[in-house]
Each structure stands twice: as C-alpha cells, then as structure tokens.
C-alpha cells in the first residue's frame, strides 16, 4: 500500500541543561508583555516556579501565576483559567509542569483565544481561531505535551477525559530541561517513563505512522529500556537526560503519528476513575499490543527486536517474546501489571470501554475494535 | 563533557505522493492573496510549473512566476526577484526546486522583508526581522533547503559562494512529494543524493550534534546505501519516496547541528569555479572523514558500521573500512572520485582554500582545520 499524505509539525526545540534560563527571552521573542504562567504546588515547593519568576523578572516581563491545577486537569479549571488570562490582559502563555499543567495550559489558551467552553473543542482539528504563543518547561520526562497537538482535559459532569487535539495547540517552543528531574520521586520518573513508552509503542503501531515518527518510536523504547534502571538507581544527570531524550522523540512520534487502544482506554479510566495515567500502561500496554499482533505483526516485532535486541525467524514470536520482555521490565520495576491493583470498581468496565470507543485515539490503532473487544482487553488485564 | 544546550527547529512537513495538492491552501493558510513563486526552466518543461499554477489559481489566488535562477544562484537574481516581490505586492513565498530555486527564493524573501542587500546577512544569525511566510516544495531528494534555516547564494564579484544561516530561514511548511522525483535523470539523482549523504555524514560528526540530530543523520546514510542503487534501476515510485525520505531527515540533521570541513570546501568551489556541489562531496567527504577521524573515532565509527552492516573491535578500523565502503559505492555510481575530473585548475586550490576558512560551516568541524589543513584535503583528493 503506498503511505498517503503524512503531517509533521513539532514545536522549536531548547534542548539541554541549563535550556530553562532562556524562558524569559523565548516569551519576549514571541512579543510577550505579561506572561500567563501556569504549574503546580509540589513545583514552587521545589523552587523552579520561583526560578521562573526570577527568569521572567530579569526580562522585565510581568506575569500572573495560576496553580489551580491537578492530576488528570478539570475543565472547570481551564475555564477559571481563561477568564484569568482574559481579564489580567496576557500575552503568551508560559507553563512549567508535567502533562496535567501543560495540557490545562493548553485548555487555557484555547479557551481564552476562540472562546466558550473548553468542551466544544473535543476532538480533531476544532479549533479554527489561532492561540497566544506558548512557551513550555516540561517537568517529567513523559507526557511530551510541550511537543504534542494534544491536550486532555477532564469533563467532570461527563467524567470523561476528552482528547482535543489540533495543530494550533503544538506549543511555540518546548525547553526541555533534564536539571528538572533531579527533584523527581522514584515513583514519578518511573510513571511518566513508562507514559513515554506507551506513546512510543502506539505511536508505531499506529495507522499513520510514517518514516518521520517511527524513527522517533523506536529511539524512544531503545533509551528507555536501556537508561531507566540506571537512571533510577543513580539519579545521575547523563541517564535523566537520556530519559528527556526519550520522551521528546516519544512525544514528537504520539503527536504526529496518534495513538491507539491503550490511551483510548486510559483516557477513559482516568475520566471515569480518576486513575493516574502513567500506572495504567504497564496493565494494558502488553494487552493491547497482543491484540494489535495480528493486524501489524512486522511492526511489533519490530517493537521486540529492540526491547530483546534480538529477532527471531518469525514476527509472530519476536513479537510475543518482546511483549513479555515488557511485562519482565514492569515488574523489575516493581509497578502493579494487573488491573485489580490500580481500580476496585470491576462494574464499571463495561461503562469505561463504551466511552473509550470513542476516544479520537482509536481512529489510528491499527486494528479495529468494539467496546467488547476492549472490555475483553480490560478483563485479561484483570 | 555534558551536552550543552542544543536547539532543534524543523518546518510543518507535508509528506507524500500527491501531497503538492495542497500548496494552494498551504499558502492561503499562511494568509496569501498574491504569491510570489520560484522555479526554474527544467521545472516549467517537464510540467511541474504550470500543475503549481493551476493550484494556486484554484484556490483563487494571483501569482508571479520568477525563474531567473541559475545553479550556485547569484546575488543579483536575489536583488532582482525581491525588487520584483516588492514592486508587485507579493506576500507568500512558494518555491519548486532543488537547491538553487529554494535558495534563491530563501535570498529574495530575506531581502525583500529586511531590505538591502543579501551579501550584509552573510554568517550565522544575522538576520533581524521577520521573513514572509514561505511554502516550499523540493524537486530533488538532497538540498534539504526546504526543511533548513541555510540559503548559499553566490557572490559573483567575490566568487564566493556566501552561507546565511538563521533560523528565519526555515521555511513555514515544506511539502514532500517523491512523484517529482520521477521526471528527474538519473545523474541528478546521483548527484542529491550523493549531496545527502555529505548532510548527514557532516552533520553526524558536528560538534554541536545532538540526540534529535544524530538519528536522522544515521538514518539517512542507512537508506540512501540501501535504496539508492534500486532507485536508478528501477525508478520504481517506493524507492524514490525512500530517497525523499532520506534526504528530508538528513536535512532535519544539518539544519540544527551544521556540517564541516567538506561543505565549507564545496561552497568555495561552487563560488570559485562554479563546480556543481552535488559532485564535489564523492571527492572530498572520504578524505574530510579520514581528515575528521582523530577527533571523533566513535562517531566516524558508527558512519561505518551504518555503512558496511558490522562493526570490528576498534572504532578506527571500523570507521576506516566503512569510509572505503563509501568510496565503493561512489565507484559503483560512476561518480569522479578525484578533484582533477571536476577543476582543471589545480592552481587556484590556495585561493580555494583560503577563502573555505571564513566558511560558517567550519565552526562546527569536530577538528579545527587551517587553510593548509585544507589544501592538503585537497591535494590528497587530486
């Protein structure tokens, strides 16, 4: 089949140690008076919030601070938000986080540019009126919002995570700063490590999936695998560093090549249960991709060769062998591979795949599945 | 030594057979009414001019056609189409080409937004305000010129071929469509993808490479050794999109780390002796790799070990073999490996070198060079 037309936008990239410094003159280049600034609670703990004060400060920038934030982002939250933008008279739109205040960042910017709720923009390519610059400093190295057209907004009378995703929400520049990562608990690197991976795998897997992503997937597993043991043992700054590496190219991948089952599921998850989203992928991932096997074998065995750095005669079995290599590496980590650890409500599975068939990610996940094929995923994941 | 902060800045890439039906829109987008558009005389023959024509003009938009362009363009073509841009009230730039349109075009957006004349933004950074938006479509799979922030443009009283360099010059969008590529000859071919592999190759070994830059530069060299000599037999349509697959992420690689030695030499060359450029690199590149190998035996290595398929004990073996590879694949191209078949004037080889010093792609050289350094380059590749 000859691949048809592929789009590949990301964001300017400041990549490095030290990358945060240029924060004020990367919002003054996009013309910014009075920066919205949006992060969260345990980062002013940890004094970077501070630091980005200082660092708007020396560009004589003024700023309004909003931290109304939390895991999985509320659409009331995006909506206060904007209003705030509006009526302090922002100009661009700075966001220190991982994904839930880069992701209400980008609710906020949309919302304050092409206005009423935050809703009506669920789903593809709805959003018609441009966005105020945005200048984002990822936290974890995960979410790869600061990369991605995605923004997941929680819809808490609906309790449904929606996916909004549009070219225009690819922030302007994305500073990607490993020093950040120094501050990170053990359990949150790992988190948003294996988020990094999730995307990598169904970004490749994914319908379309091009020359330009799969290349980014692939490097994505290959650093992870190999870096994040030695990373969580050490803290040491080379192996974090390989670990934002990762989740850039991750998120360069997921944001131009889509995902798949599992984030379809996540999101619903996370909607209907509040579950937090970097534990669900070491329970579904190994799943999802034993699903997909039939519709794509190539590919996830092209998955395994790196996870196993070997490839046996056929797809099928290098497949399989890199799948439980993954399942291996989950619980050398010592996070829960099973569906009961994380949720109690089984009931509510039925209601969580009915909503996730509609998830804008299964349009890409290269093999077709109905709600019941989903519940069944969910059930062998029990 | 930790990576220092690196940057990474890539156009809105378009990518595919067919994907050239989208230029119109492409530029009503980037708020076009009248665009200004770049091609040359091969181009408007073998039909690709007239077919962009008409896709302007179905999405209602007026056009002016300049294709005073020659290889190794001229500053005064420059001069000559901006002064054209402005008398006419232009406000899009949409260049069809290799190297020579795109560039071109690159110079006349530049002088037509900042005034002047091209030859006072020659160097890295130079430029000032902002460009009109530009939409470029690459006829060949090598320049790279549509996804990099460089434009070289000839200096005809200085004989110097001058590199501008400034991430203004990343086009808006560049849309990739490898149907082109099967109205090309086969030594056009060549001669791109030859250029291609001499991107990616200097890029990889760049001093300011980074982790975003190094896999595609592998990539590249990886499928240009593969698919390049199926290309030519066959010109079947999958493996002249590999090519174009190739050349852009090569492209993507030069623009953010720079190139070297053999890219400063081939500017001097094209500016002194108006030497093609896509021939010039099967010459030097072998000799700048052997030149360049003390400093980066590691990475000379993974070029090899790309190239030949394996890798041996020591990185200087390996790298050694894989660059006599690449002399082989040269040969089996019936490409001149040595300077004498392309300059008759062995004497102005000082001068030549001389000048290739002040080069801006020398800054990145993994070893410094002198101009003697230099000429023993090239007296080594006579």
Same mark, same amino acid.
């Given at each position: 089949m000859p691949m048809s037309v592929r789009k590949f936008s990301i964001p300017e990239i400041l990549f490095g140690r030290g990358s945060m410094q240029y924060v004020g003159t990367c919002a003054r280049r996009l013309g910014a008076e009075k920066v919205f600034f949006v992060s969260d609670p345990g980062l002013k703990k940890a004094g970077w919030v501070d630091k980005v004060f200082e660092l708007l400060e020396t560009e004589k920038l003024s700023w309004v601070y909003y931290s109304n934030v939390v895991a999985n982002p509320r659409d009331h939250q995006v909506q206060e938000g904007a209003q705030l933008y509006l009526d302090e008279g922002c100009d661009v739109v700075v966001s220190l986080g991982g994904g839930s205040p880069m992701d209400a960042a980008k609710g906020i910017a949309l919302v304050a540019s092409n206005g009423g709720k935050v809703h009506q923009y669920e789903g593809a390519n709805r959003i018609h009126r441009p966005l105020p610059p945005m200048v984002f400093i990822p936290s974890t190295a995960g979410s790869g919002s600061d990369v991605s057209q995605f923004a997941i907004i929680n819809d808490v009378q609906r309790r449904v995570k929606m996916s909004i995703i549009s070219r225009t929400l690819v922030p302007n520049i994305s500073i990607i700063d490993p020093n950040i990562l120094t501050t990170k608990t053990k359990s949150l690197i790992i988190a948003a490590a294996i988020d990094a991976i999730a995307h990598a795998a169904e970004s490749y897997v994914s319908k379309i999936a091009s020359p330009f992503t799969e290349v980014h997937s692939l490097k994505s597993i290959d650093i992870?695998?190999?870096?994040?043991?030695?990373?969580?043992?050490?803290?040491?700054?080379?192996?974090?560093? $390989? *670990?934002? =590496?990762?989740?850039?190219?991750?998120?360069?991948?997921?944001?131009? %090549? @889509? #995902?798949?089952?599992?984030?379809?599921?996540?999101?619903?998850?996370?909607?209907?249960?509040?579950?937090?989203?970097?534990?669900?992928?070491?329970?579904?991932?190994?799943?999802?991709?034993?699903?997909?096997?039939?519709?794509?074998?190539?590919?996830?065995?092209?998955?395994?060769?790196?996870?196993?750095?070997?490839?046996?005669?056929?797809?099928?079995?290098?497949?399989?062998?890199?799948?439980?290599?993954?399942?291996?590496?989950?619980? $050398? *980590?010592? =996070?829960?591979?099973?569906?009961?650890?994380?949720?109690?409500?089984? %009931? @509510? #599975?039925?209601?969580?795949?009915?909503?996730?068939?509609?998830?804008?990610?299964?349009?890409?996940?290269?093999?077709?599945?109905?709600?019941?094929?989903?519940?069944?995923?969910?059930?062998?994941?029990?």
């Open positions: 992870i695998i190999k870096v994040l043991p030695a990373a969580l043992e050490t803290r040491g700054i080379d192996a974090l560093e $390989q *670990l934002s =590496v990762a989740s850039t190219s991750a998120g360069m991948a997921f944001s131009n %090549a @889509s #995902l798949g089952i599992d984030h379809a599921l996540a999101h619903s998850l996370g909607g209907m249960l509040d579950v937090v989203h970097g534990l669900i992928h070491p329970v579904l991932l190994p799943h999802v991709l034993r699903f997909n096997l039939p519709a794509c074998p190539d590919k996830v065995a092209d998955i395994g060769e790196i996870v196993l750095g070997k490839r046996y005669s056929s797809d099928e079995k290098t497949a399989l062998a890199g799948i439980e290599k993954l399942e291996e590496f989950s619980h $050398q *980590l010592n =996070v829960s591979t099973r569906l009961r650890d994380i949720i109690t409500d089984r %009931a @509510s #599975l039925p209601q969580v795949c009915r909503m996730a068939v509609n998830d804008s990610c299964l349009l890409t996940n290269p093999r077709p599945a109905t709600w019941e094929e989903m519940l069944q995923i969910c059930e062998d994941a029990w």
